[in-house]
């Protein structure tokens, strides 16, 4: 019994310290409905979008926790900044996914993406939403300039 308790407990935290860890990217993003060019540039998407009254503004987020593990971006610590600029390359953005090229552990190169998701667009503005459990709504997390 009491080791099934134990168990169950430290399980438990398992799961709440992976979903408090999730990557950058963990929720859906919806920000690509509303944006259009969007852009890469070094750990900054840029992007042109909707306001609630239907104007368009050039807005920007830094991108959070995406790094190059051997030529592929991989989604790591939200509360990192980005690195994966300073050894990938050629970037684009089509919808909510970005893709570049990434220098290999052994110095070759490779073509990679991943998805950013976890932006939305709230009112022309990019910002990084995460889900509050307790509520089961969607929080925004504090940005980082």
């Given at each position: ?27 859906p ?7 259009r ?34 030529g ?14 300073q050894t ?5 953005v ?37 889900p ?14």
């Amino acid at each position: 019994m009491k080791r099934t308790l134990f168990a169950a407990i430290s399980f438990g935290i398992t799961c709440i310290g992976v979903a408090l860890n999730a990557p950058a990217n963990a929720a859906p993003s919806t920000y690509q409905n509303t944006c259009r060019n969007m852009n890469v540039v070094e750990d900054v998407l840029e992007a042109n979008c909707l306001t609630r009254d239907g104007r368009e503004v050039y807005t920007n987020i830094r991108l959070r926790g995406i790094e190059n593990i051997d030529g592929r971006l991989v989604a790591t610590n939200p509360n990192r900044v980005s690195n994966f600029y300073q050894t990938c390359g050629r970037f684009s953005v089509r919808g909510n996914v970005l893709r570049a090229t990434c220098r290999t552990r052994n110095g070759g190169l490779r073509n990679t993406a991943i998805a950013l998701d976890g932006i939305d667009n709230v009112d022309g503005s990019l910002r990084y939403y995460a889900p509050n459990v307790a509520s089961r709504r969607f929080a925004p997390l504090p940005q980082m300039y």
